[in-house]
């Protein structure tokens, strides 16, 4: 039975994907991380320098919300920085069994590798054109959600976007011609999904519908002309692509756990009549 300041896999993995996930905090050693450099979805990885004190006491001052420290087998070094956080006030649990637990029972991690551009602090910074619709709202949220819940998003002019990604050190996405884009019939969520190795029936079943939607192949499922009809009602009631963004997070929070929780469930209107089938 895990300790009372441990969270399992099955509990975190319901978390994970939702705007109620904790901030999770892979603190393996550096030679230890770099023979599977693979991360928890969303997880941020500690290096040997970032767990000096110093350097601690600065993380931890930035720190909001709960956290998950993961290491290799739940052992101290996750233990440790777990009790350090709840000393200084922050809610904190360490993953019972660690990475290699996590690993060993199929779940889901991902190739961190594959991000080349972070700003100053560390962030992944991403840039696309402006005036999205579906793919350049869905992956945003893909990142935030599985990837980097601190990313940034720049929309900028459809010519400017490799420019703007040259200046600031940031990667394009979702425009012709670069990595983060449409390849052969799938779209830039497609991509992603791919290139961060990131494989779940949620996941899969979401793609899907975002790609019928994006690729206006309606055909593909049921859903997908609920969310191009959805989004281009975002499209219109808001005139910053920030501020789109932050809305549409919401639509595919709900896309996402209609996809992992609710695919069988119906609804239909009680009568409330005596006797009635409820």
Excluded at 65 to 78: N, Q
Excluded at 88 to 115: K, S, V
């Amino acid at each position: 039975m895990p300790a009372l300041d441990a969270i399992t896999n099955d509990k975190l993995l319901k978390l994970i994907g939702t705007p109620r996930c904790p901030v999770i905090l892979d603190n393996r050693r550096d030679p230890i991380r770099a023979e599977d450099p693979r991360l928890l979805p969303g997880a941020r990885a500690l290096s040997d320098a970032e767990m000096e004190p110093a350097a601690l006491d600065a993380l931890i001052a930035n720190l909001t919300g709960p956290v998950i420290v993961v290491c290799a087998e739940g052992h101290g070094r996750s233990q440790g920085l777990a009790a350090l956080l709840r000393s200084r006030g922050i809610a904190a649990e360490y993953l019972d069994q660690g990475h290699n637990g996590w690993r060993d029972a199929g779940l889901p991690l991902i190739n961190a590798d594959r991000i080349t551009g972070r700003d100053r602090q560390g962030r992944s910074l991403w840039i696309t054109r402006s005036r999205p619709k579906i793919d350049r709202i869905a992956c945003p949220w893909l990142i935030r959600r599985f990837v980097d819940p601190r990313a940034v998003f720049l929309y900028v002019a459809p010519t400017e976007v490799v420019n703007v990604a040259d200046l600031l050190g940031g990667m394009p996405f979702d425009i012709e011609g670069v990595f983060w884009s449409h390849r052969d019939e799938t779209c830039t969520f497609d991509t992603m999904l791919a290139e961060f190795g990131l494989f779940t029936p949620a996941l899969d079943r979401l793609a899907t519908i975002v790609r019928g939607a994006d690729t206006a192949r309606p055909e593909l499922a049921p859903e997908v002309p609920g969310l191009l009809a959805a989004s281009l009602g975002l499209s219109r009631m808001y005139a910053g692509d920030l501020d789109q963004l932050e809305a549409g997070m919401g639509l595919y929070d709900a896309f996402y756990r209609w996809c992992r929780d609710a695919t069988e469930e119906t609804h239909n209107w009680p009568t409330n009549k005596p006797g009635a089938a409820t």
